[in-house]
């Protein structure tokens, strides 16, 4: 029995699973430290945070909006990182995918269906070229990809800020593109809600009705299936097999006969498209509307903190996204109720990010743990 | 030809005020990645040094204050990055990402703090001074406005930067300790089997990073503009880090590529104030194009640090 507990907890500890869930603890931990000594309470400011994600059913909706986009980019993120690539471009490659998704939902008169898979495929390619441009360039004149995709994510940058001063695109002056059809829209109920039985239907149901005031979308049923795609390319695939060797050990699989630089334009082609769909999800479901960018967003960065925190996986990006949207939102809250400085989340982020980069310490600690409790 | 003298000036004096956070920023991550520890936190530290230098400056009135404090903040992140990647081989991207997350939440966490709950300071009472004002103005030895007011009558900083470039030069190639920062950048383990400690000249220079990256926000906070804001570093930390391996991790060639993101900086705003029918934001695009193109053209040139982002571990040699 007690031979059963101790090789469990050992493969708790050893497996990533284990190492993460300590890492987490310790973010909390370290930001309920900042916040008391920041003269908060540090329990009030996460009950606070814990109401602001599950007390209405609304606040729910938003947490799951706000980790829809993060949830792709992390899994853009992760694909990447499994063929040993570092994708930082997962910004720039939303960019894109924004682009050409505000422009395909306003530019075409198409049945809805037909008008969102219009949008989303674009998109796709769009992320597809910036990130497989990445690969290639590392590839064949073995640029790193970190310093390619910085770059091309400031030309994605100001290439957006270039098409919404564009007048087809959008009125003059005013920093905004037009506003995308309503076929090209993911929004669910959206026409019902304005109905006169629709808004009658929100009076009488509180919870039902609560969700359907904030923008609910079919964001987020995407990014399950994109979970699951990733899951099957990488683990099911001769593909990701190829993709997964690569990444593991490049020497051995160019002498295994896989053709790492193929693999590698392969794996940012997927990855940058991946992003993409981030970037039209989020106008097709959210903003309807692309608009001048004063700085980067940040969706791609925080896609790198849902990946690494995610373990690289699907399932993991998932979790981790939902994690990182309910810390966003619900860590919002903090400012009005109490005046904690919301961004005690930024840190928590950084600090998980930290102690799930150091398995090394985390072991260490433990060890000195037990020693002290055996003593 | 009067009035073209004094654009190309304007244009000059722009791109050096512009590059000049870059370039400390940049010096930063030529002095961690010598040594083989990659720094992508730069940012961060970059975005940590220009509140604190704002913040700084701002309390105790005096600018210098502010670019000491700044320099200092960013170390103390750097002693962090150093922390997780020299003794406990955390991988050097993932902990920069991290020291990125937490050196924007720092920042902004404190600025809410000590300033009324907004992500940005007041305005700096004093701004980093013009040391060589004395010469320029009526009467004087240049006059206002003038070619040489437009270049030369910058923010001491700027000098700073310059100077540093110099020094940073000097001591990588020239002295005993910049010989030992390449060769733990590019082979640790003969390095340690001298007897000199790979771990603590790979802390130094990375807090040394820090120290720059730090003066390098500062150098945007407390000169470029007079407080800090939480857009006010956007991207400049990842920009200098580019131009470090545009400029092959050499101080003199991150100084030039520096140059040329400032010099794109400088024509775009004199284009804007000119009125001139080309969007800035096409513009604004061309530098990170020809990078991309040079780094391209340049393959098999550049060779970073042999050791660059391995872990050094004492006990496996």
């Given at each position: ?46 009950w ?139 929004n669910?109920l ?89 970037g ?25 903190a ?37 961004e005690?989340?930024n ?5 998980i990010?930290?102690?799930v ?19 | ?13 722009t ?23 990659i ?45 997780a ?26 600025s ?75 082979h ?41 804001s ?42 804007g ?7 800035s ?37």
């Amino acid at each position: 029995m007690n031979l059963d507990r101790e090789a469990l907890k050992s493969k708790f500890l050893n497996g990533s699973l284990g190492l993460t869930l300590i890492s987490i603890a310790l973010g909390f931990l370290l930001g309920a430290l900042i916040l008391l000594m920041a003269g908060f309470n540090p329990l009030e400011a996460y009950w606070v945070i814990l109401k602001g994600i599950f007390s209405r059913s609304k606040y729910v909706s938003y947490v799951i909006i706000y980790a829809t986009p993060l949830i792709i980019t992390g899994l853009s993120v992760a694909f990447a990182l499994r063929t040993g690539l570092f994708n930082i471009g997962a910004e720039g490659q939303y960019i894109v995918g924004a682009i050409m998704a505000a422009a395909a939902g306003y530019f075409f008169k198409l049945p809805l269906i037909l008008h969102v898979t219009l949008a989303v495929g674009l998109a796709v390619i769009a992320g597809a070229i910036w990130g497989g441009l990445a690969g290639y360039i590392k590839a064949r004149f073995g640029v790193h990809e970190v310093i390619s995709t910085i770059m091309l994510n400031w030309i994605a940058l100001y290439l957006s800020n270039f098409v919404v001063t564009l007048s087809a695109f959008g009125s003059q002056g005013t920093g905004k593109s037009y506003a995308i059809q309503s076929t090209a829209r993911i929004n669910l109920l959206s026409d019902w809600k304005i109905s006169e039985a629709g808004i009658e239907f929100i009076r009488n149901h509180k919870i039902l009705g609560d969700i359907l005031k904030t923008p609910v979308n079919a964001g987020f049923i995407f990014a399950i299936l994109l979970a699951v795609l990733v899951w099957y390319i990488l683990n099911k695939t001769t593909l990701g097999y190829e993709l997964r060797a690569v990444g593991f050990n490049p020497h051995a699989a160019e002498a295994g006969g896989i053709n790492v630089k193929k693999s590698m334009v392969y794996s940012m082609v997927i990855s940058g498209g991946l992003a993409g769909i981030a970037g039209a999800l989020q106008v097709l479901g959210v903003s309807h509307r692309i608009a001048k960018l004063a700085a980067m967003e940040g969706y791609g960065f925080d896609g790198i903190a849902v990946s690494l925190i995610g373990n690289n996986t699907g399932a993991g990006s998932v979790l981790a996204g939902l994690l990182f949207g309910s810390l966003k939102y619900g860590g919002s809250k903090i400012q009005d109720a109490m005046q904690a400085p919301t961004e005690v989340i930024n840190i928590m982020i950084g600090t998980i990010i930290l102690f799930v980069a150091m398995p090394k310490l985390i072991r260490l600690i433990l060890t000195i743990l037990e020693k002290r409790a055996k003593n | 030809m009067e009035a073209l003298i004094k654009d190309i000036g304007f244009i000059i004096g722009t791109t050096l005020m512009y590059s000049t956070p870059l370039i400390f920023t940049s010096l930063g991550g030529v002095v961690t990645e010598r040594s083989g520890v990659i720094n992508i936190g730069l940012e961060g530290m970059m975005f940590f040094g220009a509140f604190v230098g704002a913040a700084v400056a701002y309390y105790s009135q005096n600018p210098w204050w502010g670019f000491v404090s700044a320099g200092l903040g960013g170390a103390l992140l750097g002693l962090i990055h150093a922390i997780a990647c020299v003794t406990f081989a955390a991988e050097q991207i993932v902990s920069g990402i991290a020291i990125n997350f937490l050196g924007s939440g720092l920042a902004l966490f404190l600025s809410r703090l000590f300033f009324d709950g907004a992500t940005q300071t007041l305005t700096i009472p004093k701004k980093i001074p013009l040391p060589f004002s004395f010469l320029f103005g009526e009467g004087k030895l240049f006059k206002t406005a003038g070619f040489m007011d437009l270049v030369f009558n910058r923010f001491a900083t700027v000098y700073l930067a310059f100077l540093l470039v110099a020094v940073v030069w000097f001591v990588l190639y020239k002295t005993k300790i910049g010989m030992r920062v390449q060769a733990v950048g590019e082979h640790p383990e003969a390095v340690d089997t001298l007897g000199i400690s790979v771990y603590k000249i790979r802390y130094g220079a990375v807090m040394m990073s820090g120290l720059f990256a730090g003066f390098g926000g500062a150098a945007m906070s407390i000169a470029v503009v007079s407080r800090f804001s939480n857009t006010l570093i956007s991207g400049h930390g990842f920009i200098a880090l580019a131009a470090m391996i545009f400029g092959k991790w050499k101080p003199q060639g991150a100084m030039l590529a520096c140059l040329l993101f400032g010099g794109a900086k400088g024509v775009e705003i004199f284009l804007g104030a000119k009125g001139f029918p080309v969007p800035s934001s096409l513009l604004a695009m061309l530098p990170y194009i020809l990078t991309i193109i040079v780094l391209v053209g340049i393959v098999g040139k550049t060779t970073p640090p042999a050791a660059i982002g391995k872990i050094f571990d004492k006990t496996n040699s």
